[in-house]
Nanobody, 124 residues
């Protein structure tokens, strides 16, 4: 099993920034990629960004390209999501994810392990 612990969510004004962190522990050897999904009330969970553990290849939702940056520190088994120029439509619960899918294949698919979710609220 893999445990994912998130931190960094909160309330910010539009145009502000937040940095989310997700630390993975447990049996992580089979993990090929980690990423962030988000889910707003009444909406489906969607991939925000993902990164391959080995290659560092990334995959971003079109809505966040140029604003969000995903990175990882393999030594710490931690993935980060730097969120800049936040918009009210970014408001959602953000979930860390880890699994065997490569980053390029994660969009539209829900699999692997999940964090507990952290609320990000962006006020206008």
């Amino acid at each position: 099993q893999v445990r994912l612990v998130e931190s960094g969510g909160g309330l910010v004004q539009a145009g502000g920034s937040l940095r989310l962190s997700c630390a993975a522990s447990g049996y992580i050897f089979s993990i090929n990629a980690m990423g962030w999904y988000r889910q707003a009330p009444g909406k489906e969970r969607e991939l925000v960004a993902a990164i391959d553990s080995s290659s560092g290849n990334t995959n971003y939702a079109d809505s966040v390209k140029g604003r969000f940056t995903i990175s990882r520190d393999n030594a710490k088994n931690t993935v980060y999501l730097q969120m800049n120029s936040l918009k009210p439509e970014d408001t959602a619960v953000y979930y860390c994810n880890a699994g065997v899918l490569p980053a390029r294949a994660m969009a539209g698919r829900l699999s692997g392990y999940w964090g507990q979710g952290t609320q990000v609220t962006v006020s206008s």
